[in-house]
């Protein structure tokens, strides 16, 4: 679901806010909202599969990346680490990176990007 509202206040200055919920997602990777500066997504890997290979899928953009639920192995640049529920990473630009997913049970991310990378 996707709630939108847009205020005028004094000043003639526009006031936007969106709400979007992660589990609407009906693919393994959306998109859930763009503004001029960031950008916000969802990606959601099956046990077994990969973000895709490890290559710069954003060189103009930094990353967040924010674990809600799973497992993940997070390559970024040289770096290895076991990410789980609740831990969150920053990916900057021009950073090599992948996540993978070596659990049994589905990972789930919440992802900000800044500026907007798709």
């Not at 992660?22 to 890997?45: G, N, P, R, W, Y």
């Not at 954003?58 to 640049?77: N, R, T």
């Amino acid at each position: 679901m996707t709630i939108g509202l847009l205020m005028m206040t004094n000043g003639n200055k526009i006031y936007c806010m969106s709400a979007t919920n992660i589990h609407d997602s009906k693919s393994s990777f959306d998109v859930l909202e763009t503004a001029q500066h960031c950008q916000t997504a969802v990606m959601t890997l099956a046990p077994g599969e990969e973000s895709g290979p490890k290559q710069n899928e954003h060189p103009k953009s930094e990353q967040v990346l924010y674990l809600v639920e799973g497992e993940l192995e997070a390559e970024i640049g040289d770096h290895r680490l076991t990410m789980r529920a609740g831990d969150s990473v920053i990916v900057g630009t021009q950073t090599p990176h992948r996540f993978s997913n070596r659990s049994d049970l589905p990972a789930i991310t919440f992802n900000v990007y800044a500026p907007p990378a798709y």
